[in-house]
């Protein structure tokens, strides 16, 4: 797979999404209504295509049958080690996504999506689910889209660990990649303090 690598950062728990990812080599998906931000999946009507209580519950609904997997293109924010990998006692996972077989798209910071009437279409419930607050930025955010999967397939490319990840943890975890997965390259994130 030549595509560009894109990271997941998380905590070791639940250590069976972990185990998962590493022996299956895939990512899970969550519904939208599970992520973090509280602004996810709201969107603004423009004034000049109204839309009516059918139409939101349709895209409610059509919200509702997506899953998502969330991912960075960058390996080095610390903000995301803080905040998804347990202070850096977590780890990163990069990975490869066939764009071809999933329905990847980038994330824009410019707010909620804006829709109208006019503008509905089958993917609209995916576009308003890719537009996030100005505030999130920083997350450099990919996201893949699924429909009747909890899963992502991904090509394992590396796993970086915590730079304050405990000895015991990463020995547990050295020796599991090593089971696993041992073609895969093991090392830790090394922070810039």
Known sequence: M??????????????RYLVDALLKR???????SDLNDPMEGRYVTLPSGAIDEDIQRLIKGNKEKIRICSLSRSPDIELMWAHYANGNRGLVLEVGIDAEKYD??????NGPAQVSVNMLNPTTAQDILSNKLEAWEYEKEERVFLEGSHYVNVELRSIIVGS???PQDFSLLKELAAKLCPEVPFHRHETGV
Not at 2 to 15: I, Q
Request: proline residues 10%; glycine residues 0%.
């Open 2 to 15: 030549n595509t560009p690598s894109l990271y997941k950062y998380r905590a070791l728990e639940p250590f």
């Open 26 to 32: 895939r990512l899970y998906a969550a519904p939208y």
């Open 104 to 109: 990847l798209r980038r994330v824009n910071y």
């Open 164 to 166: 304050r990840m405990s």
